[in-house]
């Protein structure tokens, strides 16, 4: 353990590994963000937390399934001519999951079909929203895992880099999932945000490999668009509260003598 404090390969590699996890874990938090947004706050923060700590716990333990992960990558079926790993199988599951789940999302918050829930109903939400934030942590967790072994030897510099990246997660997923709440149409953006994310999951298992760096390029891009709007939206309501029902500024109540 010495050595590794002392190496500056070990070192650099840390660094390198703990900025790809937080850039992979970016669509984990989105995921999360997304479904917690539909609970009541005390359930959606104790769902925001139980989410985030599966993921650390997934891809720690698959960490020290390094030999099985490895063998994820042989193929074990073949489609038309393609042979399948089952980290691809794996990869195109998740990647059809959050395609069929943002699409029924996009269409509950276009035609306004989400409905307040109380007692039973709403426990019954929050168990369901565990069990996909479940499905989509052990997704992210095998594909950023897999990634992780190929850039670092020392599991202590992986676990390391683990760590930090859940942490920086654990953050930023409070800002991003109250700013999904409060905004309604930033929601739609991190579903479309999921479509995308979907469909590079699918084409990954299939072998159409997309440089992420094209794909954050976009969320980046768009992300900005959508905050001057918010922006933009909340000088406008700034200004309608300045001025009086005629759109002439209220007068300052009149001082009385007496």
Known sequence: MLELLQSPEAWAALLTLTAMEIVLGIDNVVFISVLVAKLPPEQAEKARKLGLA???????????????????????????????????????????????????????????????????????????????????????????????????????????????????????????????????????????FLLLIGMVLVADGFGFHVPKAYIYAAMAFSLMVEIFNVMAKSRQAKKKGALGVEGVPAKPAERTTH
Do not use: C
Not at 102 to 124: F, M, P
Not at 132 to 138: C, F, G, R, W
Not at 139 to 158: K, N, R, W
């Open 54 to 192: 599966l993921a650390l716990v997934f891809r720690i333990a698959l960490l020290f399934m390094l030999s099985w992960l490895i063998a994820l990558k042989d193929p074990v079926i073949e489609i038309f001519g393609k042979g399948l790993s089952w980290r691809d199988i794996i990869l195109i599951a998740g990647g059809g999951f959050l395609l069929v789940k943002a699409t029924l999302e996009l269409h509950n918050s276009i035609e306004g079909e989400e409905h307040g829930q109380e007692g039973g109903a709403v426990q019954k939400a929050f168990m369901v929203i565990i069990a996909q934030i479940i499905v989509i942590d052990l997704v992210f967790s095998i594909d950023s895992i897999i990634t992780a072994i190929g850039m670092a030897e020392d599991i202590e510099v992986m676990i390391a880099a683990v760590v930090i990246a859940v942490a920086v997660m654990y953050v930023s997923s409070g800002p991003i999932s109250a700013f999904v709440a409060k905004h309604p149409t930033t929601k739609v953006l991190a579903l479309s």
